[in-house]
C-alpha cells in the first residue's frame, strides 16, 4: 500500500525567507503523479504544484519549487521569498495511475510565516 | 469563473437529524468526491462519482449517502448525524478521460463545516 509521509508538523519562517518543506512516500509503482496542496486558514483547499514521476524535470510555479528525488522517493516543497499569504496548512499526495482516482495524503505540515 | 461550490458555508444539526450538504460545479468534471476532514487533519475520502457510476470507500460509515443526479451536482446525506460526525466537509472534483487527461488534479469547494448540537 502506498503511504506519503510528511515529517514537519509545523514549521515557521520569516517573511521573504525561503522555506522547505519535506515529503518521502512509498510506493512500488513507477508511474505517478505527485501534488502539493496548499490550505489556507478556513479557505479553501488549492493545488499548488504538480509532478509526473515519468518527468525528471522538477516542476515550477513561481515562487514554489519542488526537488523530486525519485530514487529516494522524495517530493520536498521550496518556497522562495515567502510571503504572509504563504501562511498555511500544506498537504503532500500521491496519485498511482491505477489508484481508482483516489489520492493518498500526508498529515500536513502547518507552516506560519511572520512577519 | 468555473468553480466548485458547497452550500451552505456552515451548517448546524442536531444529533441524529438528517442533514444533507450540496455541491455544484460549473466545470463540466465527470468525477466528483467528497471527503471529511477534521482539525488540523488531512482529508479523508468518504466516496466518489465517476459520472454515475458511485465508488464508496470500504471504512465509509452506512450513515452516509450521496446522490448525483445530473453532472453538475452532488449532495452528500448524514442520515443520523453523531458528534463525531462534527467536521468539515470537502467536495472536489477532476477530469479523468484517459490518456493526457488522466489523472489530473483535484480542484476543491470552500468546504461546509458541520456542528452538531
Known amino acids: 500500500a502506498q503511504t506519503v509521509t510528511q515529517s514537519q508538523p509545523e514549521m515557521s519562517v520569516q517573511e521573504a525567507e525561503t522555506v522547505t518543506l519535506s515529503c518521502t512516500y512509498d510506493t512500488s509503482e513507477n508511474n505517478y503523479y505527485l501534488f502539493w496542496y496548499k490550505q489556507p486558514p478556513s479557505r479553501q483547499m488549492i493545488l499548488v504544484i504538480r509532478q509526473e514521476a515519468y518527468k525528471q524535470q522538477n516542476a515550477t510555479e513561481n515562487r514554489f519549487s519542488v526537488n523530486f528525488q525519485k530514487a529516494a522517493k522524495s517530493f520536498s516543497l521550496k518556497i522562495s521569498d515567502s510571503q504572509l499569504g504563504d501562511t498555511a496548512m500544506y498537504f503532500c499526495a500521491f496519485m498511482g495511475m491505477d489508484s481508482n482516482y483516489q489520492l493518498i495524503w500526508g498529515a500536513g505540515t502547518k507552516l506560519i510565516i511572520k512577519p | 469563473d468555473a468553480m466548485v461550490i458547497q452550500n451552505p458555508r456552515y451548517q448546524v444539526t442536531q444529533f441524529g437529524k438528517p442533514v444533507t450538504l450540496s455541491c455544484s460545479q460549473t466545470?463540466?468534471?465527470?468525477?466528483m468526491y467528497w471527503y471529511q476532514q477534521k482539525s488540523s487533519q488531512a482529508p479523508k475520502l468518504l466516496f466518489h462519482y465517476y459520472d454515475k457510476d458511485f465508488n464508496n470507500e470500504a471504512d465509509t460509515p452506512d450513515n452516509f449517502q450521496s446522490r448525483r443526479p445530473n453532472t453538475s451536482f452532488c449532495f452528500l446525506d448524514i442520515r443520523s448525524p453523531g458528534l463525531g460526525d462534527a467536521a468539515m466537509y470537502l467536495c472536489a472534483t477532476s477530469r479523468e478521460g484517459g490518456g493526457a487527461e488522466s489523472n489530473q488534479p483535484q480542484h476543491f469547494g470552500d468546504g461546509t463545516r458541520l456542528s452538531i448540537l
Open positions: 466545470l463540466n468534471h465527470n468525477v
